[in-house]
């Protein structure tokens, strides 16, 4: 968790989201050195079906120092909680001290039944589980005792670097209320000012107010573009960002916002009117932006160009 940057505009860190379609280390580390060579403060890397995103992040890690770096997000199923902790604190000891957040979720329901075949409707359980043991094991103790419903952690790791960060994809109240008790807070996706407003900071903080926790980070993972083609943007990015909102959560996320179709919640504009929307993104409890940076190559330049001196 490295310190904010100095953007007194909108008093928020702005990261770079890695993208899914990297295929091979080196491309996570050329990706990871360019966002550090704009100057950007943080690198977010996807897990997906492709490479193991903690041990990417490993060798960037050693590669380039000097960007925090971070999982949005690693899903629980399949991740014994040990191990995983074990990955997070060897990354931890790689990066140095202040660099790496461990970001967590349960996934959706094809993924966790599909590949995994665990039940998604106990998930909320499971994570339950999964993040007590995290909290114990990353923490000062690097201990967990836990017998639960759906698995047993009775450990104490010798490892006895930094605590890397910790957050947790959660959209509804219970998601929240776990990574308000157990979390350092969270990171979300296809979620829009109203509804970070109005629901996902106030149940977060209260939840770690509630646990005697600071207060909680807020990563908001968005796509932006700016670009004077506003309407040519919109119909390029909008089957894309539809096609992710037929996903259960995320689809409640967009009908919670009030928007028309899911691309309304993107981030398109000139440079003026994306620096307004970021501004009520941070007026509504956002700590981070987590750029999707889209658009065609002249739009993703002119995007990260402006991203990289709002952050400087």
Same mark, same amino acid.
């Given at each position: 968790?490295?310190?904010?940057?100095?953007?007194?505009?909108?008093?928020?860190?702005?990261?770079?989201?890695?993208?899914?379609?990297?295929?091979?280390?080196?491309?996570?580390?050329?990706?990871?050195?360019?966002?550090?060579?704009?100057?950007?403060?943080?690198?977010?890397?996807?897990?997906?079906?492709?490479?193991?995103?903690?041990?990417?992040?490993?060798?960037?890690?050693?590669?380039?120092?000097?960007?925090?770096?971070?999982?949005?997000?690693?899903?629980?199923?399949?991740?014994?909680?040990?191990? /995983?902790?074990?990955?997070? @604190?060897? $990354? +931890?000891?790689?990066?140095?001290? #202040?660099? *790496? &957040?461990?970001?967590? =979720? !349960?996934?959706?329901?094809?993924?966790?039944?599909?590949?995994?075949?665990?039940?998604?409707?106990?998930?909320?359980?499971?994570?339950?589980?999964?993040?007590?043991?995290?909290?114990?094991?990353?923490?000062?103790?690097?201990?967990?005792?836990?017998?639960?419903?759906?698995?047993?952690?009775?450990?104490?790791?010798?490892?006895?670097?930094?605590?890397?960060?910790?957050?947790?994809?959660? /959209?509804?109240?219970?998601? @929240?209320? $776990? +990574?308000?008790?157990?979390?350092? #807070?969270? *990171? &979300?996706?296809?979620? =829009? !000012?109203?509804?970070?407003?109005?629901?996902?900071?106030?149940?977060?903080?209260?939840?770690?107010?509630?646990?005697?926790?600071?207060?909680?980070?807020?990563?908001?993972?968005?796509?932006?573009?700016?670009?004077?083609?506003?309407?040519?943007?919109?119909?390029?990015?909008?089957?894309?960002?539809?096609?992710?909102?037929?996903?259960?959560?995320?689809?409640?996320?967009?009908?919670?916002?009030?928007?028309?179709?899911?691309?309304?919640? +993107?981030?398109?504009?000139?440079?003026?009117? *994306?620096?307004?929307?970021?501004?009520?993104?941070?007026?509504?409890?956002?700590?981070?932006?987590?750029?999707?940076?889209?658009?065609?190559?002249?739009?993703?330049?002119?995007?990260?160009?402006?991203?990289?001196?709002?952050?400087?």
């Amino acid at each position: 968790m490295m310190a904010d940057s100095d953007d007194g505009e909108a008093g928020v860190r702005i990261s770079i989201y890695g993208g899914s379609d990297a295929m091979t280390v080196d491309e996570v580390v050329a990706r990871v050195r360019a966002a550090a060579d704009e100057g950007f403060p943080g690198f977010w890397l996807p897990q997906t079906a492709g490479l193991d995103a903690l041990t990417a992040l490993a060798v960037a890690a050693r590669e380039v120092t000097t960007i925090g770096l971070g999982t949005a997000v690693v899903p629980i199923q399949g991740r014994h909680p040990i191990p /995983l902790a074990q990955q997070a @604190l060897t $990354l +931890a000891d790689v990066a140095g001290e #202040g660099r *790496v &957040t461990l970001g967590v =979720g !349960v996934t959706h329901k094809p993924v966790s039944e599909g590949w995994y075949g665990i039940p998604y409707k106990s998930v909320v359980g499971l994570c339950d589980e999964e993040l007590r043991a995290l909290d114990g094991l990353l923490g000062p103790s690097r201990r967990a005792d836990v017998d639960g419903d759906h698995l047993s952690a009775h450990i104490e790791l010798p490892i006895k670097i930094a605590r890397p960060g910790l957050v947790v994809a959660a /959209l509804g109240p219970k998601m @929240l209320d $776990l +990574a308000g008790r157990y979390a350092d #807070g969270t *990171v &979300t996706w296809m979620t =829009g !000012v109203a509804t970070l407003r109005n629901d996902v900071v106030p149940r977060l903080r209260a939840a770690s107010a509630a646990a005697s926790r600071p207060e909680p980070r807020v990563i908001v993972g968005i796509p932006v573009c700016v670009t004077s083609d506003v309407a040519g943007a919109r119909e390029r990015l909008g089957p894309g960002m539809a096609g992710t909102a037929r996903m259960a959560s995320y689809a409640r996320m967009v009908a919670a916002e009030g928007v028309a179709e899911p691309v309304d919640i +993107a981030l398109i504009g000139d440079e003026a009117t *994306v620096a307004q929307h970021i501004d009520a993104l941070a007026d509504a409890g956002m700590t981070e932006l987590l750029a999707n940076v889209l658009g065609d190559p002249d739009e993703r330049a002119r995007t990260r160009a402006f991203l990289a001196a709002r952050s400087s």
